[in-house]
């Protein structure tokens, strides 16, 4: 019924950018938190950043300073802007979302099928 579909991974050398772009689509309502997790090669997966419709950020302190989470709520759209990358950032990077279908109580969270992030020292 919704799906997330990611782009803007790829390979990078370490102290370069990229900028993950997420979109969500199919029967949504509203969209309350949108954000953005990694799982590295045998670690669990972590929050990076997330946002909420009214603009309210959180960030793993690993990221502080270096990436940005923004949205486009008309859009259904979430971004990440990273910069000075490390190569411990490397990992799959998966968008998230919790939204309704309709107007009422239930949310739902979806995931995004991943984006590769990859930087070399």
């Known amino acids: 019924q919704v799906q997330l579909v990611e782009s803007g991974g790829g390979l990078v050398q370490a102290g370069g950018s990229l900028r993950l772009s997420c979109a969500a689509s199919?029967?949504?309502?509203?969209?309350?938190?949108m954000g953005w997790y990694r799982q590295a090669p045998g670690k669990q997966r972590e929050l990076v950043a997330t946002?909420?419709?009214?603009?309210?950020?959180n960030y793993a302190d690993s990221v502080k300073g270096r990436f940005t989470i923004s949205r486009d709520n008309a859009k259904n759209t979430v971004y990440l802007q990273m910069n000075s990358l490390k190569p411990e950032d490397t990992a799959v990077y998966y968008c998230?979302?919790?939204?309704?279908?309709?107007?009422?109580?239930?949310?739902?969270?979806?995931w995004g099928q991943g984006t590769q992030v990859t930087v070399s020292s």
């Open positions: 199919g029967r949504i309502f509203s969209i309350n938190v």
């Open positions: 946002m909420t419709s009214g603009g309210r950020t």
């Open positions: 998230n979302a919790i939204l309704k279908y309709e107007a009422g109580p239930n949310e739902y969270m979806y």
